[in-house]
């Protein structure tokens, strides 16, 4: 059974099959993600991604293979427009004008490759994993952060859980913070039972 109502987007074949290096904007992407995972109506709307109702997001087909310390990239999640000086981050802006027609709050890129040949729940914990990057900030008391305008103050986020397997094995869950994670994942899954390599550009971009 499909795990969702509309059929996820694909790739195109030329983009697979051309030689060339191919960046190609997907506005199908990014209306499949909202109304997905985001929107109220959603199929399978997750809460936690409540804050992106406010937020532009641009969606990017690539036919480049990345990787970084032997593993495969398959998808990454950045800001619109990233820390840069004044020059390119002025090519850089024009660039994505061309492909947007403005600067989204966040740009999800994924591998078509991978895109074309995975299952639906492979491409859904994808792309809720880069959803889950793109995040809100959070002031001293943890509370969620807000603009002058009244928007969200959005950044990206890094996991939940980020501990050493042998201070959870000699301290506990409670002890590491992670006593959610465990809980969640003794629950069982709520969508569906998957083994996906999270290969996440924007994860190996804080490995040391």
Same mark, same amino acid.
């Given at each position: 059974m499909a795990l969702t109502q509309k059929r996820r987007p694909l790739p195109t074949i030329e983009l697979l099959e051309v030689d060339e290096i191919k960046f190609a904007p997907s506005v199908e992407l990014t209306d499949w993600a909202r109304t997905?995972?985001?929107?109220?109506?959603?199929?399978? @709307?997750?809460d936690d991604h409540r804050h992106l109702n406010q937020a532009t997001i641009g969606a990017l087909w690539t036919n480049v293979p990345n990787g970084r310390a032997g593993r495969s990239v398959i998808g990454q999640?950045? @800001?619109?427009?990233?820390? *840069?000086g004044k020059w390119l981050r002025a090519r850089i802006e024009r660039q994505i004008l061309d492909w947007f027609g403005d600067v989204p709050d966040f740009i999800l890129t994924f591998d078509a490759h991978y895109a074309s040949q995975c299952s639906d729940a492979e491409f859904c914990a994808l792309v809720e994993h880069e959803l889950y990057h793109c995040g809100q900030e959070r002031d001293m008391f943890g509370q969620p952060r807000f603009r002058k305008s009244g928007l969200p103050a959005f950044t990206i986020r890094g996991h939940d859980v980020e501990e050493f397997v042998g201070v959870v094995r000699r301290y506990g869950a409670d002890a590491a913070g992670v006593r959610a994670m465990i809980d969640? *994942?003794?629950?069982?899954?709520?969508?569906?039972?998957? @083994?996906? *390599?999270q290969a996440c550009g924007t994860c190996r971009l804080k490995v040391a």
């Amino acid at each position: 059974m499909a795990l969702t109502q509309k059929r996820r987007p694909l790739p195109t074949i030329e983009l697979l099959e051309v030689d060339e290096i191919k960046f190609a904007p997907s506005v199908e992407l990014t209306d499949w993600a909202r109304t997905t995972f985001i929107v109220d109506d959603s199929s399978l @709307r997750n809460d936690d991604h409540r804050h992106l109702n406010q937020a532009t997001i641009g969606a990017l087909w690539t036919n480049v293979p990345n990787g970084r310390a032997g593993r495969s990239v398959i998808g990454q999640a950045e @800001r619109g427009l990233p820390p *840069a000086g004044k020059w390119l981050r002025a090519r850089i802006e024009r660039q994505i004008l061309d492909w947007f027609g403005d600067v989204p709050d966040f740009i999800l890129t994924f591998d078509a490759h991978y895109a074309s040949q995975c299952s639906d729940a492979e491409f859904c914990a994808l792309v809720e994993h880069e959803l889950y990057h793109c995040g809100q900030e959070r002031d001293m008391f943890g509370q969620p952060r807000f603009r002058k305008s009244g928007l969200p103050a959005f950044t990206i986020r890094g996991h939940d859980v980020e501990e050493f397997v042998g201070v959870v094995r000699r301290y506990g869950a409670d002890a590491a913070g992670v006593r959610a994670m465990i809980d969640a *994942a003794n629950h069982g899954p709520e969508i569906a039972n998957v @083994r996906i *390599a999270q290969a996440c550009g924007t994860c190996r971009l804080k490995v040391a």
